[in-house]
């Protein structure tokens, strides 16, 4: 398995990501859409969940196909990007067909960043606009770390932020994942400067430094989010939200088994993980481009998706860039990294 050639979740054929931010909010919006609709479904761990639309993606639920998925900073009030996606989708005749109505079907996941810092005195809910700005900006590049979702995203010890990764099977099958991390738990070892992911990186694609030769890793850490956020439960600002994707195609309990399978790079990445006070969840998506040779081969895949979502998470931390009053460190100031 290697990287495809921009090591994003666009280099599965048809997908396309768009970002939108404001600084002065420290929050932004990431929206992932394609010009077909697609297979989704979704599978949720963590314990504080703020999500859109996703009872539609059960298994058993009617609704086969979606046009966009929405990933918002803002907390609940982020959730309402899915509108301004579904207004976009709406005015070029998009969405679920009801007689003659079209009806868009944007689900959407929002995380916690309403205290790092950011201007929040709104009299109108911004996220509407950003999430229309978003999908109007989706294209096959985008920016990683600090962009869209990512913006304003905290990790246990240093900024968090958005982050994208694939792979090609020999197969011929492509998966990718998009993330926004925003963890309670930490991305890098106690060191603070090894990532939990790196036995799964690939090509120096964050650092090249290789896994932490320490022992004893698993102690708790004392934590820089929560020290900055003292007074305003830590243990209730945060959340990992993601999409992982493949052209291989899969039914709608597929998509759901893919999704199960790739929280495994949640955990691979961050320690702890699912914890009562994140809402870490992972969307599962497939264009269907390409049929599915067997069934086996859906474990090929999920297995790929975790190591797309380990390495997006590395990814997010380690292209985090700074900003003015930010609460944390990025971990490239941390390590004299420019």
């Not at 309403?114 to 999908?135: H, Q």
């Not at 990790?155 to 020999?170: F, I």
């Amino acid at each position: 398995m290697t990287p495809g050639p921009r090591n994003l979740i666009t280099d599965v054929p048809g997908l396309k990501v768009g970002n939108a931010k404001d600084d002065a909010l420290k929050s932004g919006v990431t929206v992932l859409t394609a010009d077909q609709s697609f297979a989704a479904s979704v599978h949720v761990m963590g314990g504080a969940p703020g999500t859109r639309e996703t009872d539609l993606l059960a298994p058993d639920k009617s609704v086969t196909k979606i046009d966009a998925i929405a990933l918002s900073g803002g907390s609940a009030f982020g959730l309402d990007a899915c509108s301004g996606v579904s207004d976009a989708l709406r005015s070029r005749g998009r969405g679920y067909s009801v007689g003659n109505i079209r009806v868009p079907i944007v689900p959407g996941a929002i995380l916690f960043d309403l205290l790092n810092g950011g201007d929040k005195d709104w009299d109108e809910n911004p996220y509407r606009a950003l999430g229309r700005a978003a999908f109007e900006n989706a294209t096959d590049t985008f920016a990683l770390g600090t962009a869209g979702a990512g913006t304003g995203a905290l990790a246990a010890m240093q900024k968090g932020g958005l982050g994208s990764a694939s792979l090609m099977l020999d197969t011929g099958v492509t998966v990718g994942a998009l993330v926004a991390a925003n963890p309670l738990g930490s991305v890098t070892t106690p060191s603070d400067r090894h990532f939990w992911a790196a036995p799964f990186e690939i090509g120096g694609e964050f650092g090249g430094l290789g896994p932490d030769p320490s022992t004893g890793l698993g102690q708790p850490l004392v934590s820089r989010k929560a020290l900055a956020m003292r007074s305003a439960a830590p243990d209730k600002a945060n959340t990992t939200i993601a999409i992982v994707a493949t052209d291989a195609g899969l039914s709608k309990p597929q998509c759901h088994r893919l999704a199960v399978a790739a929280h495994d790079g949640i955990a691979r990445a961050i320690l702890p993980a699912h914890t009562p006070g994140d809402g870490d969840l992972v969307f599962g998506i497939s264009t269907g481009a390409r049929p599915l040779e067997t069934q086996a081969e859906l474990g090929a895949i999920g297995h790929a998706a975790s190591l797309c979502l380990s390495r997006a998470i590395a990814r997010a931390v380690y292209l985090a860039s700074p900003a003015k009053g930010d609460l944390l460190p990025c971990w490239s100031r941390l390590h004299d990294i420019s």
